[in-house]
């Protein structure tokens, strides 16, 4: 029982940023090689690709193996077995499927090369997942991060979004997927669920993903943050202006004392039923801290393996989803006989999009609910907390895609590959996007629709040239001191951060 709850734990790794698995270290003493055994890709300056296939080996700045070199057509290729460090920008393991599936840009069935935009901002861009915008009247409006804990093939699960589409009129509406980010997505399967309700009602996905139909909300009369303020204000309406902890905090947390908790009181009916939370909310940008700086950046060209084979091992996955269980994610504890007791938890979301959750809770005996969240110092944002009183599980049903396009013009091939998941994968590489058409129909009278995005697939990270280093590295320790280092680090850099994050992208074609 202890085996299956570690393994499962590990599909609560839903932080867009978040990757935590023992290495084996790449053992390096003094001239020693680098030796890494998974096949990687070498991404250069000039825009061309290096695939090795049997993976490589690092010594006196260069990087040698049995490669071939690809222009950015992807159509030339030469074979080479060496190539400096300096004229390479970033580097990826990679893995081919059993059944690849289609490219969304070019007409080489195989992910090498990648575009001139993506080099121009290559040493610029930070974060994770593949992100989906929704598209009306030439604008486009952030909905989603797929599957953000799926960081690599054995991590692929089903992940599930509500979108914020609002009735629409003519029967379907326009999704773009789209790569904005340093990484190779493998998306395997995409469909939309359709819920059906009452006209002042909305559907929230629950902590598994099933949908939890909610009427009239309220607001807390009480929420306050470990620091002692007043935040109401700051999670009453759903506004973008959004709860984050003080300074103060970030420069006092130690190894006994690193979370933060938020306090919330809300007024109920005597002997009310089951109520639902209902919560707006994304984490800040403390895994992405965590997974660069610490995970990555520490273990340089190890990291590669990491990626590329330590990721698949059973005990890398126990001991590391036991750790990230215990610390990561948002812990919803309410007050009962005089104590704060815990009922529920869900995984990390992702810094990206705000996701919309609904979180049954007990009901309450005496008019009052009082509810705490606890999580590592500042890891969340909450742009609102609310509270359901009428809450029902819904029903739904699924849609797949109607159409498809790319850049390149439609391409009705890529509605085959996402229509299951059975491992024949849409592959998009940095700077690619894909348009998918939803034939929804209309909506009945007297009802209303709430929309969700259902999701599987995986991505691989790549690691920027300034992560790799012939400097020996030890291998990540799933632990407090690793998070203490990131807490550290990311106070630092947290008051620039964000804005960067959200200023800095690949542009998509």
């Given at each position: 029982m202890r085996l299956i709850l570690a393994i499962s734990s590990l599909f609560l790794l839903s932080s867009c940023v978040v990757r935590h698995l023992e290495v084996t270290p790449v053992a390096v003493s003094g001239d020693a090689p680098i030796e890494v055994r998974s096949p990687v890709k070498a991404h250069l300056v000039d825009g061309s690709t290096i695939v090795f296939p049997d993976g490589i080996t690092v010594a006196d700045n260069v990087v040698r193996g049995n490669g071939q070199r690809y222009d950015l057509t992807l159509q030339n290729s030469v074979s080479v077995t060496e190539i400096p460090i300096d004229?390479?920008?970033?580097?990826?393991s990679y893995q081919t499927p059993v059944n690849v599936g289609a490219t969304a840009v070019g007409s080489v069935g195989t992910t090498v090369g990648v575009t001139a935009a993506a080099v121009l901002g290559i040493m610029l861009v930070f974060g994770s997942c593949p992100t989906v915008y929704s598209l009306e009247a030439d604008s486009a409006v952030l909905e989603a991060e797929l599957f953000s804990y799926s960081i690599a093939p054995a991590f692929q699960m089903r992940d599930i979004d509500r979108l914020g589409i609002p009735a629409t009129t003519s029967g379907y509406f326009?999704?773009?997927?789209?790569?904005?980010?340093?990484?190779?997505?493998?998306?395997?399967?995409?469909?939309?669920?359709?819920?059906?309700?009452g006209p002042d009602q909305k559907a929230y996905p629950d902590k598994k993903g099933r949908p939890l139909v909610a009427g009239n909300l309220i607001s807390p009369t009480v929420a306050i943050d470990q620091a002692g303020r007043n935040v109401l204000d700051a999670v009453s309406e759903a506004d973008g202006v959004a709860w984050s902890a003080t300074e103060e905090r970030l420069a006092t947390v130690t190894e006994d004392d690193f979370l933060n908790h938020l306090d919330f009181e809300?007024?109920?009916?005597?002997n009310s039923g089951d109520v639902a939370l209902v919560l707006r909310l994304r984490n800040s940008l403390l895994n992405t801290v965590l997974l660069y700086d610490v995970m990555l950046q520490e273990q340089s060209f190890s990291a590669l393996d990491w990626m590329g084979q330590d990721l698949s091992r059973l005990r890398n996955k126990i001991e590391t989803g036991l750790w990230y269980r215990k610390h990561m994610g948002?812990?919803?504890?309410?007050?009962?006989n005089g104590r704060y007791r815990k009922v529920?938890?869900?995984g990390d979301?992702?810094?990206i999009a705000w996701s919309e959750r609904a979180v049954s809770l007990p009901g309450s005996g005496d008019g009052s609910l009082k509810v705490r969240f606890s999580f590592v110092a500042d890891n969340w944002r909450f742009d609102r907390v609310a509270l359901a009183l009428d809450s029902e599980r819904g029903n739904y049903r699924t849609i797949s895609v109607g159409s498809s396009a790319t850049s390149d013009g439609d391409r009705p091939d890529i509605v085959g590959y996402l229509a299951r998941a059975d491992e024949e994968y849409l592959i998009t590489r940095p700077g690619e996007s894909v348009s998918l058409r939803f034939n929804v129909g209309e909506e009945l009278d007297g009802t209303a629709r709430s929309f969700f995005l259902a999701s599987e697939g995986y991505y691989i990270e790549w690691m920027r040239s300034a992560w790799l280093s012939q400097e020996h590295r030890k291998q990540f320790d799933p632990g407090t001191d690793a998070l203490l280092r990131a807490l550290n680090l990311y106070a630092q850099k947290r008051d620039n951060m964000r804005e960067q994050f959200d200023a800095i992208k690949i542009e998509t074609r």
């Open positions: 004229e390479i920008v970033a580097m990826e326009d999704l773009e997927v789209r790569n904005e980010m340093l990484e190779t997505h493998y998306i395997d399967h995409l469909e939309v669920l359709e819920v059906v309700h809300f007024n109920v009916p005597n948002l812990t919803i504890s309410v007050w009962d529920k938890r869900i979301q992702g810094p």
